[in-house]
């Protein structure tokens, strides 16, 4: 849930303050669509990751 709220917050204040951010890549043929669905699957990708880690150590010591 948090990690959900945590990135459209992100989006949203990046929408409404930082429009410009977008300009590079939008330069290099990269959609804000596709920039978007990215960032949150590397988002969730690297969440699971760090959990296993955790896990992983918890688990051996």
Known sequence: ???????????GFKEFYRKSDYLFYYN????????????YLFTIFMTIVIGL???????LF
């Open 1 to 11: 849930m948090f990690l959900s709220f945590g990135f459209l917050m992100s989006i």
């Open 28 to 39: 290099n043929g990269i959609s804000k669509t596709q920039l978007w669905v990215f960032s």
């Open 53 to 59: 880690i955790i896990f992983l150590i918890k688990k």
